[in-house]
């Protein structure tokens, strides 16, 4: 079992910037692959960025690219998700999540553990 908590939502205004956390504990968090996603009201949950278990790679939703940067901390069990210039259709839940296989996976299904949700509120 791997447990996460997700921290630092909030309301900002548009072109602010945020920066998430995701805190991990149970079995060894450098065996994942962990991801972001996010869910608005009314719509599927989506893939907004992944990192493989070293860090070495990462994979984004192309609307992220270039303002969104995921990155991770093995030694504090840590994922991050930064993210600037942020825009009112950023408006979601994310959520943190990990994948124990062995490719970056944007498809939820791949993720076994997911935390709670935090709430990032852009206002226009």
């Known amino acids: 079992q791997v447990q996460l908590v997700e921290s630092g939502g909030g309301l900002v205004q548009a072109g602010g910037s945020l920066r998430l956390s995701c805190a991990a504990s149970?079995?060894?968090?450098?065996?994942?692959?962990m991801g972001w996603f996010r869910q608005a009201p009314g719509k599927e949950r989506e893939f907004v960025a992944a990192i493989s278990r070293r860090g070495a790679r990462t994979d984004y939703l192309d609307s992220v690219k270039g303002r969104f940067t995921i990155s991770r901390d093995n030694a504090k069990n840590t994922m991050y998700l930064q993210m600037n210039s942020l825009k009112p259709e950023d408006t979601a839940l994310y959520y943190c999540?990990?994948?124990?296989?062995?490719?970056?996976?944007?498809?939820?299904?791949?993720?076994?553990?997911w935390g709670q949700g935090t709430q990032v509120t852009v206002s226009s």
């Open positions: 149970g079995r060894t968090f450098s065996n994942y692959i």
């Open positions: 999540a990990a994948d124990p296989h062995l490719y970056l996976s944007n498809n939820v299904r791949n993720y076994d553990y």
